[in-house]
């Protein structure tokens, strides 16, 4: 449910999980997800390629999420809502 993921991300930003921390390493994909995640991405990435709801964006820019850090490719969460925009 999307609500109770919502909650969980509201819940964990609420005891100090920082949103700007990159992962460390490249997520694949795998039989059950279609999504690539790349070494550097960030919460705001990975709801952006994860197709999350605006809700989870409003979320994270509540807690000082930084939108234009960079991941290892050189793409930006706001580079890659633009790339999602023109498709």
């Not at 964990?12 to 990159?22: F, G, I, T």
Request: proline share 2%.
């Amino acid at each position: 449910n999307s609500n109770v993921k919502d909650n969980i991300i509201g819940l964990l930003l609420d005891h100090n999980a920082d949103p700007n921390l990159p992962i460390k390493d490249h997520w694949k994909r795998t039989k059950t997800s279609k999504a690539v995640f790349y070494k550097g991405s960030t919460a705001a990435h990975i709801a952006i390629i994860a197709k999350r709801s605006f809700l989870v964006l409003d979320l994270l820019r509540g807690f000082n999420t930084d939108f234009h850090k960079k991941d290892a490719s050189g793409w930006s969460a706001v580079d890659l809502a633009k790339s999602y925009m023109i498709k």
